[in-house]
């Protein structure tokens, strides 16, 4: 099993910046894919961003060139760094984690317990 703890999120201004982390821990043997998902109020959980271990990464439309994720492999850390947040940014923000994990070597997608991000003037 692999339990996630994310934190960082919190009411910022629109124009402001946060960021999310969240780290893996458990019997993991490799993590794959570290993202972030969110979901608004009566919406869909989204994709934000992942990022893959060789690097590789893929954003939302909504969130390129505003947000950057970043991964540290020797400490099982993703973060999210959201810049110029607009109140559609607002939402309930998820970690995905896609890992192999011991003894079996079973791979599996983990999620954290989600953390606020509201943006609001």
């Known amino acids: 099993q692999v339990q996630l703890v994310e934190s960082g999120g919190g009411l910022v201004q629109p124009g402001g910046s946060l960021t999310l982390s969240c780290a893996a821990s458990g019997n993991i043997v490799t993590i794959h894919t570290m993202g972030w998902y969110r979901q608004a109020l009566g919406k869909q959980r989204d994709l934000v961003a992942d990022i893959q271990s060789s690097g590789n990464r893929i954003y939302a439309g909504s969130v390129k060139g505003r947000f950057i994720i970043s991964r540290d492999n020797t400490k099982n850390v993703v973060y999210l760094q959201m810049n110029d947040l607009k109140v559609e940014d607002t939402a309930v923000y998820y970690c995905?984690?896609?890992?192999?994990?011991?003894?079996?070597?079973?791979?599996?997608?983990?999620w954290g317990q989600g953390t606020q991000v509201t943006v609001s003037s």
């Open positions: 995905n984690v896609g890992a192999t994990v011991g003894p079996a070597g079973v791979r599996d997608d983990y």
